[in-house]
């Protein structure tokens, strides 16, 4: 597997994994009582907003590079390329 390959899979597997958790925070800052019921009290409103707020940044920046890996394949490969 190249680098190309494996860089953009650990993309879209990590905007996965953070899409998911920002949804379930989200979730936990509006409807706190049912996501401390599911969670047992780990995500109670105060933690979800917490964790929600610092996800933004990261969740962008995933964005971005997943953006630019679907549209640009070419540039990337070949910009990897040179780094051998």
Known sequence: MDIYRLLGKS???LLLVFTVIFIITGF???EYKI???ITF???TKPVSHLIH???IIPFV???ILH???SIKPKFFKKLLAGQK
């Open 11 to 13: 993309v879209h597997y």
């Open 28 to 30: 936990g800052i509006t």
């Open 35 to 37: 996501i401390e019921s």
């Open 41 to 43: 009290s780990l995500l």
């Open 53 to 55: 707020s610092n996800l």
């Open 61 to 63: 920046i995933l964005l």
């Open 67 to 69: 953006i630019l890996l």
